[in-house]
């Protein structure tokens, strides 16, 4: 079995301007561990995942801190100024690119599933985009695809479909 056989094909992604809030929108309301960034030329330049989110991001600044200090706006709005609220407008404003990790795995569409599942273990990715051999965005796979392929299957197709023989 191939990673296309399992990969969801119509993908939901981001450009690297899309505003970081507007990135933790979308994972949020899809319930997605992360989104592809895509170029304006369909590359794909990065993903935004939930760690990315949650980690010290280029601003040096905890995110779920960020959030705390945003629903504070309205106080700090009135009592910062200067250089420091050009410093918190740079935060508001912050993009995909800013947080986004460049350094991602992918897997080819034709790739077995096995293989897919040794990025998984070694690497600890997830999602990951599949991407064809011009860095194009052919769709994307996380762990729960593979969930539901065994939710759905027996023993002995399972076998079958991973490579393993007994």
């Not at 899309?18 to 309301?29: D, H, I, Q, Y």
């Not at 995909?96 to 991602?104: G, V």
């Not at 994307?140 to 399972?158: A, C, H, Q």
């Amino acid at each position: 079995m191939k990673v296309a056989d399992i990969m969801t094909r119509e993908v939901i992604t981001v450009s690297p301007e899309t505003k970081v809030t507007e990135a933790a929108r979308v994972l949020f309301e899809h319930n997605f561990n992360g989104l592809p960034v895509v170029a304006e030329n369909g590359d794909v330049v990065g993903l935004v995942t939930e760690m990315s989110l949650l980690s010290k991001d280029s601003f040096g600044m905890h995110i779920p801190s960020l959030i705390k200090l945003l629903q504070d706006f309205k106080v700090i709005n009135q009592t910062v100024s200067g250089k420091d609220k050009e410093e918190f407008r740079r935060i508001i404003n912050a993009t995909a690119e800013a947080i986004m990790e460049t350094d991602f795995s992918s897997i080819s569409p034709e790739s077995p599933v096995s293989e897919l599942l040794q990025l998984f273990n070694e690497k600890h990715a997830n999602p990951v985009p599949v991407l064809t051999s011009k860095r194009k965005l052919a769709g994307i796979v996380s762990r729960s695809d593979v969930i539901k392929l065994v939710s759905r299957t027996g023993e002995v197709e399972l076998d079958f479909m991973f490579g393993e023989e007994k």
